[in-house]
């Protein structure tokens, strides 16, 4: 089988149109890394998780502690919702992309019927200038016939418009923890993978799979085969849902703030594995500022590393 690193993401994929390129060249060369990588600073933790996330570092509450630093780090984009947006990012138009998350939900009820309903547009992401939007899908919520068919509306809407979307494609839900084996399983994150390719996500947002015990699933379970995995190392095993994401690229998500030895390894086993980009926000905005930006200078460094 030709190897997932072979066929990696690239402008010179005939089913993406003209303005889509247009759009990621902008993430890919303009800003960033420069070498086809992507670096996104993702500010959408405050309608998911609610001001907790911001008390580490009390500064980031203001959304212009992360847009300086997406600024002056240099990163391909900011990704954030569409109320800060609208407020803030006008003066920071040209200086770094937009990528517009246009779902989401409180962290309040349980995600046992995990859905996130639209809070903007198509047009909202065009009239503030983003050169991609984000759309969270929660794979294998008992809301995911609902959350399928938006996304599929959202998606034509895109290509009409020429605009990439990114598909944060996130197992949730009462199933994938009592079947599933957790969100994070390598068996979860694969299919999430492999669903955002199925269903036409010029990107998608993946975690960090987690490796199976060798007795995880029952032999009636569904997902028994992935038993086998267990010795897998973690770049292998990222390289499988890599494999699995087909010509749909893939930025991994740096999660809950780790230590930096930690953060640096993840990195490293994520460039290895052939993904396309990382998009890092608690990692980086839950420290001060000047920490922050020697942070993204090294991984931004690492970046540039690989072709």
Not at 3 to 16: A, I, N, P, T
Not at 91 to 101: E, F, I, Q, S, T
Not at 176 to 191: F, I, K, N, P, T
Request: net charge negative.
């Amino acid at each position: 089988m030709q190897s997932r690193r072979q066929q990696k993401f690239h402008l010179d994929l005939d089913f993406l149109t003209p303005g889509e390129k247009r759009h990621l060249y902008e993430l890919m060369y303009a800003h960033g890394p420069g070498n086809g990588k992507i670096l996104l600073l993702p500010v959408d933790q405050g309608l998911e998780h609610g001001p907790r996330d911001f008390f580490p570092n009390p500064p980031s509450a203001d959304f212009e502690f992360e847009l300086e630093l997406a600024v002056e780090g240099n990163y391909s984009g900011i990704v954030c919702h569409i109320g800060l947006a609208e407020k803030y990012y006008k003066k920071y138009a040209g200086r770094v992309p937009l990528v517009l998350k246009i779902n989401g939900k409180t962290g309040i009820p349980p995600d046992d019927e995990a859905f996130s309903p639209l809070d903007a547009s198509l047009e909202d992401a065009l009239r503030l200038g983003a050169d991609a939007i984000g759309y969270t899908l929660y794979v294998g919520s008992p809301r995911e016939s609902e959350d399928i068919e938006q996304f599929a509306f959202i998606r034509q809407e895109a290509r009409r418009l020429g605009l990439p979307v990114i598909l944060w494609s996130y197992p949730r839900g009462l199933y994938v923890e009592e079947r599933g084996g957790g969100r994070d399983s390598l068996a979860m994150v694969d299919y999430a993978a492999r669903v955002a390719n199925e269903l036409g996500a010029t990107l998608t947002k993946i975690n960090f799979p987690h490796i199976p015990r060798p007795d995880q699933y029952a032999p009636d379970n569904p997902f028994h085969p992935y038993n086998k995995f267990s010795d897998l190392s973690e770049k292998e095993a990222l390289e499988m849902v890599v494999n699995s994401a087909g010509r749909t690229g893939v930025l991994i998500s740096g999660g809950s703030k780790i230590s930096d030895e930690d953060l640096l390894r993840k990195v490293r086993i994520s460039l290895e594995a052939g993904v396309d980009g990382l998009i890092f926000g608690r990692n980086m905005w839950q420290r001060p500022y000047d920490e922050a930006l020697r942070m993204t200078k090294e991984i931004m460094a690492l970046m540039r590393s690989f072709k």
